[in-house]
């Protein structure tokens, strides 16, 4: 089951363009933690082929260290440069301490903690008494490994110097609303703070304003794109299962589901505007002079939904180097199956039907 309804071609579209040529789009990376190697296949297979010309990235969280490494890669060595920088990023997260690379401390959720006794209402009473201590108490020295792994794996200068623009979101605290940082501003601590789980972490300050993870308002944030000088294709890879085949019932699994919900709301209602817009564009109700105020964005997508369903939320924190490959390759085979079925689109048409869902 997925959300996105992969569009039929109708007889009077325009014919998709000439096979030759690389083809400018954007890619929209959301967060997920480790689920973010899924999202490292995706992008390891899209290079392999490389008849993408990615122009924009625009991402929060996981996905806004992807898009780093992706252009910090593709500056050092092109394709192959960005495919090397990718798995780097990669080993230097499992290389880390483990899970904690994405917050999780490890005190409830040990390793060998067999799965039975997770599911106990005295294990949950133990991860509620947790989740009830500030990170400020049980990590009072802020310590996070995250920072290594990003100075390892990331070239911030070429990031700041490339033509390829980099949007990362973060949620500024004491302003309530959803900060983008662009690419001349990207340091550490702007992905830090993408990333920064407020129940976990510190919040990270920047310029005078905490922030936290950029998911709770903008994940990944779609709204610059049709603002900025962008390509009209995008290419949005999610993390985040959006449908479900079955109603959760147990209290892990509803925590699980609501964590997929608060995470995919700011997605879900950015989708549901441009399915808005393109509707009224469609049904040709704007005047002459509305229509140039307005894009007529192609939309595609890599959803996570057939690929990511059965991991659960604590799955986030797994950074086993077993379980990240295992995620990269079901992110190549999606990327696959992209390619074969919509790559045609890009230029011509979208791919999903955004109406068939929000109109």
């Known amino acids: 089951m997925a959300l996105f309804k992969r569009r039929a071609r109708a007889a009077n579209d325009a014919p998709a363009p000439p096979t030759d040529g690389r083809r400018p789009v954007s890619l929209a990376l959301q967060g997920g933690g480790a689920h973010g190697a899924f999202q490292w296949g995706v992008l390891d297979r899209l290079l392999e082929d490389d008849r993408l010309d990615v122009r924009v990235v625009t991402a929060a969280s996981a996905g806004a260290m992807n898009g780093a490494a992706l252009i910090s890669g593709l500056a050092a060595g092109g394709p192959a440069g960005a495919r090397a920088a990718l798995d780097k990023l990669w080993r230097e997260v499992n290389q880390s301490g483990g899970r904690n690379v994405f917050g999780d401390s490890a005190i409830w959720s040990a390793a060998f903690t067999p799965g039975w006794l997770k599911e106990t209402p005295l294990w ?141 709301a700011p997605l879900m209602a950015e989708l549901r505007a441009v399915a808005f817009v393109q509707e009224l564009l469609e ?50 085979e999606a990327a696959t199956e992209w390619l074969d079925a919509c790559f045609d689109a890009v230029g011509a048409r979208s791919s999903i039907d955004l109406q068939a869902r929000f109109t």
Request: net charge negative; proline share 6%.
């Open 124 to 264: 949950r009473a133990g991860e509620t008494l947790a989740l009830s201590m500030s990170p400020y108490e049980f990590n009072p020295f802020n310590l996070n490994p995250l920072k290594r792994v990003l100075d390892a794996a990331i070239d911030f200068e070429a990031v700041r110097a490339s033509d390829i623009k980099l949007l990362v979101a973060a949620t500024a605290v004491r302003q309530a609303r959803s900060r983008i940082f662009r690419s001349a501003e990207i340091t550490p601590e702007v992905l830090m703070a993408s990333a920064c789980l407020p129940h976990l972490f510190h919040a990270v300050e920047i310029e005078g304003e905490p922030y936290w993870d950029g998911g709770y308002l903008a994940n990944p944030p779609l709204w610059p794109l049709f603002y900025d000088d962008t390509p009209d294709d995008v290419l949005l890879v999610t993390l985040n299962p959006i449908e479900r085949a079955e109603a959760p019932r147990g209290a892990g699994e509803i925590m699980d589901r609501l964590n997929e919900i608060v995470f995919n």
């Open 283 to 332: 049904s040709g109700r704007l005047t002459e002079d509305a229509r140039g105020r307005y894009r007529d964005m192609r939309m595609h997508a890599i959803d996570a939904d057939a690929w990511l369903a059965g991991e659960t939320l604590s799955s986030k924190f797994n950074t086993e180097w077993t379980y990240l490959n295992r995620l990269k390759a079901r992110g190549r």
